[in-house]
């Protein structure tokens, strides 16, 4: 029965056909947090047991000192402007040691933890992007981590001092004209041949471009398909994907010209490779690694895309919030402050409960990685949706700042941050196809306890794994349902509950029951679409969004947790919680609309009338936006303990640093505005006055102390300050900037 059973599903292709580089990508890596939600029954206890990463003295000295030191030269609207980092910036990034984060201190590297070059990362990002991306490359993806984990002696002895110090500067070309997000398909070549000598070499062809630091690189790391028509290397005509490093300066070897990126403009462009002769040393591994590429590059992005792109982007939300919440004090109209106009203030709660919910998945996918953990999947929803959230919240802080958020200028605090939110959802994998394709396409084939085994199965005619694994497949699910509808009736009272505080148990209970929705939900999918499940983006993006938003909220109830329970963040757990299982309830009611045939319509008239009678969540309530917005709009201990790792300037007279400045004065002198205010309202004083204006008013009505008349006026003039924008000259403002020549327009596309 069951030989006619695989058979039948062979035949109709019931389950997916996975290719080698499919393989390749599900093999490297390893299962972690998101193993638990796809099983519907996640043990809490243990996430909540792992470790949390903390900074080394070292690391934290390191941040204190030349990290502060490097914002500290950096100009950001010059850069901007003229889309250079001068050369005083650039050696010293060279000679601090900001190339070698990754390498071992014995080649002269800083050997810095996983959280340590995320925490640096975040932290440069939102005062210049062009800087950060600088500092990102050698520390990521490319020559320096390849050789690393795969390089011979020979190789790390000769080019890791090199980059530790920035003797040479890296750059990774993967990406081709015909070959982006289906980096498995690239056209560029690295043909096996004999020369005169009878020596075996590699002649290089190859057109890439979005290459970052490809202007400037020294050392290139070329991703090519393999071809060797005379078999020398003894694993066939064409042995895959290899990675080979190219320096410049090899003939036919051409770093390209500039592209332009939006926002903050780094260093990107072209590489060409024309006959480009290397000896076989130079692939990373040496000729053992030939063909093995596309398994290097996936096993190291498996925890590596959590890293530099998550850290830009929570870095700007943390920065986006510090900022949005002084401003929101510090402006006024209509006599109050803005941010106490509910419309401001909804925006400025959201602001307050994502940036948090985001800083602690940042944390908590660091610390998995220190700890051994590999997590794909997991790190493909930290890159996905941390780039989209900032960018939401990027634009909410526009709304916030209105008019001097949109006029440029050296005191514009978010203008250029707002402008290149679009390159992290862009860049290492388009979030449309990693919310699509990567994450549950992924997630539900390695996770799943039993769906990879019975493909196997199929693909190798074995009846026995097929049968066994199939059984336990059947066993899984019925388990699965009666789990989550035991949830669904109890909402969540049968979850397996840790040690937690008591304000936060609702929320593990609510966590649980959906993942063990979840999990019924991913084993409905795979029984009724099965290998057409590819081609239903829309159907598995709204699974990604169910994982992505249990493993933020399972990550922010952590934080919650290694923080010690802090009662005055409440606020924040509870909107990021709210806001999170609010996402998983919409979800599930848009996957429940995506399916067809019978359980289709079920699912679409019954489901979700279930649904919506019993729900996971619902968005947070005013109160709570409340709360979490004045967590973020007083000047106090929270405030600045919620601000660590941003960059605050000493310079009180420009951009933030003038803010903050106000933003403090202001705190200082709110309780004599405040009384002020009341006496307003009590027709005391005159009102269409800020209080500041009436200070001398107040003294002399005896509503306020004459220590505090100093303090009401400095809080107004530091105010009036803060909200002024830039004013150009027209010989400034027509300024050209550039070089010469026009543009330059590609050839016709080649391999």
């Not at 679409?529 to 933020?552: F, N, P, Q, S």
């Not at 009436?694 to 004459?706: C, M, N, Q």
């Amino acid at each position: 029965m069951f030989e006619q059973l695989m058979n039948w599903m062979k035949a109709k292709k019931i389950l997916p056909n996975i290719s080698d580089t499919e393989r390749q990508a599900l093999e490297a890596g390893t299962v972690w947090i998101d193993g638990d939600f796809f099983r519907g029954n996640p043990d809490f206890g243990r996430m909540l047991a792992d470790p949390y990463s903390r900074l080394s003295e070292e690391e934290q000295a390191f941040l204190d000192g030349p990290v502060e030191t490097l914002l500290g030269m950096i100009d950001r609207f010059e850069i901007g402007r003229t889309k250079r980092i001068p050369d005083s910036v650039l050696q010293y990034i060279k000679d601090e040691g900001f190339m070698s984060f990754l390498i071992p201190k014995s080649y002269g590297g800083k050997e810095f933890s996983t959280l340590a070059i995320s925490t640096i990362l975040a932290k440069l990002g939102p005062v210049s992007a062009t800087v950060s991306t600088f500092v990102v490359i050698p520390n990521s993806l490319g020559a320096a981590e390849l050789i690393i984990h795969y390089g011979t002696q020979a190789q790390k002895d000769h080019y890791l001092p090199k980059l530790a110090s920035g003797e040479m500067i890296p750059c990774f070309g993967l990406t081709e004209p015909t070959a982006g997000s289906d980096a498995a398909s690239i056209k560029a070549e690295g043909l096996v041949f004999k020369d005169e000598d009878g020596q075996t070499k590699l002649k290089l062809n190859f057109r890439k471009r979005y290459i970052t630091l490809a202007p400037l690189a020294d050392l290139a790391t070329i991703a090519c398909q393999l071809h060797d028509p005379d078999q020398l290397l003894g694993k066939g005509e064409y042995p895959g994907i290899t990675c080979v490093m190219v320096e410049r300066g090899t003939p036919g070897f051409t770093n390209g010209d500039h592209h332009d990126p939006i926002g903050d403009p780094f260093y990107n462009g072209p590489l060409y490779g024309q006959d480009v002769i290397v000896p076989l040393d130079n692939i990373i591994g040496g000729a053992e690694y030939a063909g093995q590429g596309w398994k290097m590059l996936m096993q190291q992005l498996a925890g590596g895309r959590a890293v530099s792109l998550p850290a830009g982007a929570v870095g700007a939300a943390k920065a986006i919030a510090l900022s949005t919440g002084a401003y929101s004090m510090v402006r006024q109209q209509f006599g109050l402050p803005i941010g106490r106009m509910d419309g401001v203030e909804e925006k400025v709660g959201r602001i307050a409960g994502l940036s948090y919910l985001l800083e602690a998945s940042r944390i908590f996918a660091c610390s998995a990685v220190d700890n051994g953990q590999q997590p794909p999947v997991v790190s493909a929803v930290l890159k996905a949706y941390t780039t989209e959230l900032a960018q939401e919240l990027s634009i909410d802080g526009m709304d916030v700042f209105a008019g001097s958020a949109v006029m440029q200028g050296p005191n514009n605090i978010l203008g250029m941050a707002y402008k290149s939110m679009p390159v992290g959802v862009t860049v290492e994998g388009a979030n449309i196809l990693t919310r699509t394709l990567m994450i549950f396409g992924q997630g539900a084939t390695r996770c799943h306890p039993y769906a990879l085994k019975v493909v196997e199965g199929v693909e190798n005619n074995d009846v026995d794994l097929f049968r066994s694994n199939l059984l336990g497949w059947m066993g899984h699910f019925a388990k699965g349902l009666l789990r989550a509808e035991a949830h669904y009736l109890t909402r969540g009272a049968l979850v397996r509950m840790p040690d937690v505080a008591p304000e936060t148990r609702t929320y593990y209970r609510r966590l649980g029951w959906a993942s063990a929705r979840f999990g019924v939900m991913t084993d409905l999918a795979m029984f009724a679409i099965g290998g057409g499940l590819k081609k239903r983006g829309k159907l598995t993006g709204r699974y990604a969004d169910v994982l992505a938003w249990l493993t933020m909220g399972i990550s922010t109830l952590r934080r919650f947790e290694a923080e010690g329970r802090k009662h005055e963040d409440l606020p924040l757990v509870r909107y990021a919680l709210d806001y999170a299982l609010w996402k998983i309830q919409q979800a599930f009611e848009d996957m429940y609309r995506n399916f067809d045939g019978p359980l289709g319509l079920w699912m679409k008239t019954i489901g979700i009338l279930e649904l919506r009678l019993n729900p996971l969540g619902a968005p947070p309530k005013d109160d709570v936006s409340h709360k979490a917005a004045l967590c973020i709009q007083s000047n106090n201990d929270q405030f600045k303990r919620l601000s660590y790792g941003v960059f605050l300037p000493k310079d009180t007279n420009i951009g933030l640093g003038r803010l903050l400045h106000a933003f403090s004065k202001i705190t200082l002198a709110h309780p004599a505005a405040e009384r002020i205010i009341k006496a307003q309202k009590a027709r005391k004083l005159p009102r269409g006055f800020l209080p500041a204006e009436l200070a001398d008013k107040a003294l002399e009505a005896g509503v306020i102390a004459e220590s505090e008349v100093p303090l009401l006026k400095d809080a107004l003039k530091a105010r009036m300050a803060a909200i002024e924008v830039d004013e150009f000259t027209p010989e400034q403002y027509f300024a050209e900037v550039g070089s010469e020549g026009g543009l330059k327009y590609p050839e016709a596309v080649n391999g």
